[in-house]
T-cell receptor, first 115, second 109 residues
């Protein structure tokens, strides 16, 4: 398996622009997570899905952020409009809870810079 | 409540042994994870403990005491490539992870 695939790897955009981050989870995994990581705040859970259904979006900062998972092999995280404080590395991770452990496999991340 | 504590930074010498501690308070505790994250890269899974005791995996070992809410990651025969951040995370009864802020480990020659 190619692992969790994220795109783009790097994005530089201007304040006010729309940003869409994409994720392809590992085939067969039933959980998908979106995280944000910054030096100041560490790793923050934004939202997670189970079998394509959003379960907990309490970590989504505000209405400017939205996430979708239209099918088991694809998810998007959208920021509209973007602001400089959204600059961070966004990780997608997937997992399969089959043995009682939720071992997350992370994608390489999307580094977002909002000017 | 939910809380994870680990040291912010540690320094050790190549070839030596280092122990990174983690304390947690997690409702419905269901296991403890350690992840390694090199600078500019994604976290990668190292270990998972759900029962008390020591789990050994090559140069890395992880220990858990559920009664004390305590875990440690032990790294032996340190190599320069072990310089990274080490993230402790506890799992709750809903299989969700609560992450620590990470311990940055600096290895000196």
């Amino acid at each position: 398996d190619a692992g969790v695939i994220q795109s783009p790897r790097h994005e530089v955009t201007e304040m006010g622009q729309e940003v869409t981050l994409r994720c392809k989870p590992i085939s067969g995994h039933d959980y998908l997570f979106w995280y944000r990581q910054t030096m100041m705040r560490g790793l923050e859970l934004l939202i997670y899905f189970n079998n394509n259904v959003p379960i907990d979006d309490s970590g989504m900062p505000e209405d400017r952020f939205s996430a979708k998972m239209p099918n088991a092999s694809f998810s998007t995280l959208k920021i509209q409009p973007s602001e400089p404080r959204d600059s961070a590395v966004y990780f997608c991770a997937s997992s399969l809870v089959d043995t009682g452990a939720n071992v997350l496999t992370f994608g390489a991340g999307s580094r977002l810079t909002v000017l | 409540g939910q809380n994870i504590d680990q040291p912010t930074e540690m320094t050790a010498t190549e070839g030596a042994i280092v122990q990174i501690n983690c304390t947690y308070q997690t409702s419905g505790f269901n296991g403890l994870f350690w992840y390694q994250q090199h600078a500019g890269e994604a976290p990668t899974f190292l270990s998972y403990n759900v029962l008390d005791g020591l789990e050994e995996k090559g140069r890395f070992s992880s220990f858990l005491s559920r009664s004390k809410g305590y875990s440690y990651l032990l790294l032996k025969e340190l190599q320069m490539k072990d310089s990274a951040s080490y993230l402790c995370a506890s799992m709750d009864s809903n299989y969700q992870l609560i992450w620590g802020a990470g311990t940055k480990l600096i290895i000196k020659p």
